[in-house]
């Protein structure tokens, strides 16, 4: 039986994308009879047991960085990185791994790299992002700074040390293989969704409309963390143009992050505090029926690296939900969705084409049969993690076997 070590930033019981996937690989592994080991960085927070299980997946967990260094820049990148490496030694000589898989950031990669060669056996490196880009986004750095050339190679040179390198989608494959990478090294094991975890859209729950004040309005919606990159700004300067010719609009935030306070302040100064409302975050067990209150839901992603490379899950989630959607063309939606098909692309960045979107999709409700049927079926025969994660088995197999 093929032991695997997986190494991770986080995991569940924190939920976000990276949480999810991570859940679902690692039940797909367990089904193709691989027994999988798993371990997260100080990143998961503070700890005092040494493993935690949860949903039926045991976590080894590694504590926080202690001292001055711990919360200098650049210092607690390597104090974490220590820190990381101490701890995955110890877990994998207790479980004595055939391969230690390495998921993005590279903070947890180079560890993992000093780890296997020390104990003689293989290691992989699967990327969801890539660390840099993502610093841009949270505006700790600028692209071409010195912090984000120093990153980029890292990433570059950890890429060339492992065995094998996984990712998530065709965008990131060809900016792996663009850094003189053969081409055969990289693998893509794609996003995808669990159907057996989303029922189709529900009618709405008349409680929690009469609580939100939606009875009887056109809904436009967004699930999830509000990051900069989401584009939820241009979203609320799209909403103006789609209220005048449909006044009972109302656009229904869920969720939290970052640029809350932005976009309640950029609602207040286009006069939409009526029309836009923040939940907050809510109960992972309540998220299906704040879906089941969207008409449409929005994606509007700004186009950068970021996005031009990454697939997101939301989109796949709409999908097996039978859910409707408008999302930018950025290159990481273009991979996922066919326009006109599966869902509704406009130009990325543009407010305008999301407006038109938007008013051609709430006037033309015809479609919108057709629309959710081919999501349902895409994400079913394409996009399911039985699919995605038997991608994995030749790599695998052939690695654990000469370790």
Not at 335 to 343: Q, S
Request: a neutral charge; charged letters at 20%; glycine letters at 8%.
């Amino acid at each position: 039986m093929t032991r695997i070590l997986h190494v991770l930033d986080h995991s569940i019981p924190l939920h976000s994308g990276y949480t999810f996937r991570t859940a679902a690989l690692l039940r797909e592994q367990r089904a193709l009879g691989w027994e999988t080991f798993h371990l997260t960085s100080p990143k998961q927070g503070g700890t005092s047991v040494p493993f935690e299980e949860v949903e039926g997946l045991r976590f080894y967990r590694t504590p926080l960085s202690s001292g001055v260094l711990a919360n200098l820049p650049i210092s607690k990148e390597v104090a974490l990185m220590k820190q990381l490496e101490v701890r995955l030694e110890e877990v994998a000589r207790e479980v004595r791994p055939d391969i230690i898989h390495a998921h993005s950031p590279v903070l947890n990669a180079l560890p993992a790299i000093k780890v296997a060669r020390k104990l003689g056996i293989p290691v992989v490196y699967e990327i969801r992002a890539f660390w840099e880009d993502a610093a841009v986004d949270h505006g700790s750095t600028n692209e071409g700074s010195l912090r984000y050339r120093i990153t980029r190679a890292l990433e570059t040179r950890a890429i060339r040390q492992v065995d094998h390198v996984f990712t998530i989608c065709e965008g990131l494959r060809a900016d792996i293989v663009g850094r003189s990478i053969a081409a055969d090294k990289v693998t893509v094991i794609p996003n995808a969704v669990d159907i057996s975890a989303f029922k189709l859209a529900s009618p709405p729950d008349p409680a929690l409309q009469q609580k939100w004040g939606l009875i009887g309005k056109t809904v436009i919606g967004f699930i999830g963390s509000f990051y900069a990159y989401e584009g939820l700004d241009l979203l609320l300067d799209a909403l103006p143009a789609v209220i005048e010719q449909i006044p009972d609009t109302r656009v229904l935030l869920v969720g939290g992050g970052p640029q809350e306070a932005n976009l309640r302040q950029q609602a207040e100064q286009l006069g939409l505090k009526d029309h836009v409302i923040f939940t907050g975050r809510v109960p992972h067990s309540e998220v299906n029926r704040y879906y089941d209150l969207i008409n449409i839901l929005a994606y509007p992603r700004h186009p950068m690296r970021l996005t031009e490379l990454v697939t997101p899950l939301k989109p796949l989630e709409a999908m097996a939900q039978g859910h409707l959607f408008v999302a930018s063309d950025v290159g990481g939606h273009k991979e996922l969705i066919e326009h006109n098909k599966t869902g509704i692309l406009f130009k990325a960045g543009d407010g305008e084409s999301l407006t038109l979107a938007l008013l051609n999709l709430l006037n033309n409700r015809h479609i919108w049969p057709a629309l959710k049927k081919n999501g349902r079926q895409f994400v079913e025969n394409e996009r399911n993690w039985t699919r995605s994660v038997a991608n994995y088995c030749s790599i695998i197999e052939k690695l654990a076997s000469l370790g």
